[in-house]
Nanobody, 119 residues
Framework: QVQLVESGGGLVQAGGSLRLSCAASGLTITTSTMAWFRQAPGKEREFVAVNRWSTGGTNYADSVKGRFTISRDNAKNTVYLQMNSLKPEDTAVYYC????????????WGQGTQVTVSS
């Protein structure tokens, strides 16, 4: 079975940095588009960043552009989200998601990791 496990979340002060990891098993991310989403309390899940396997291209939500960077290490079957200049509004549960090869939706999701940014 496919499993995505996020790690690296925690409590950080505003302006600080955090690096999230998403380790995949049962899924080879080399040919999988991987993404990060987040959900704050009382709010709907929102897109954060995506890394496409076919081109290596990336896309980010406007709210995180210039601050967050998505990357991958195919040898480790792991995707990362480097978060810099964190703001209190970044507080949310962050989820890793993966698509099947040539898929148009995210078929696999992790359980999430909590990121809390204090002011």
């Amino acid at each position: 079975q496919v499993q995505l496990v996020e790690s690296g979340g925690g409590l950080v002060q505003a302006g600080g940095s955090l690096r999230l990891s998403c380790a995949a098993s049962g899924l080879t991310i080399t040919t999988s588009t991987m993404a990060w989403f987040r959900q704050a309390p009382g709010k709907e899940r929102e897109f954060v960043a995506v890394n496409r396997w076919s081109t290596g291209g990336t896309n980010y939500a406007d709210s995180v552009k210039g601050r967050f960077t998505i990357s991958r290490d195919n040898a480790k079957n792991t995707v990362y989200l480097q978060m810099n200049s964190l703001k209190p509004e970044d507080t949310a549960v962050y989820y890793c998601a993966g698509s099947l090869r040539y898929g148009t939706e995210y078929n696999y999701w992790g359980q999430g990791t909590q990121v809390t940014v204090s002011s």
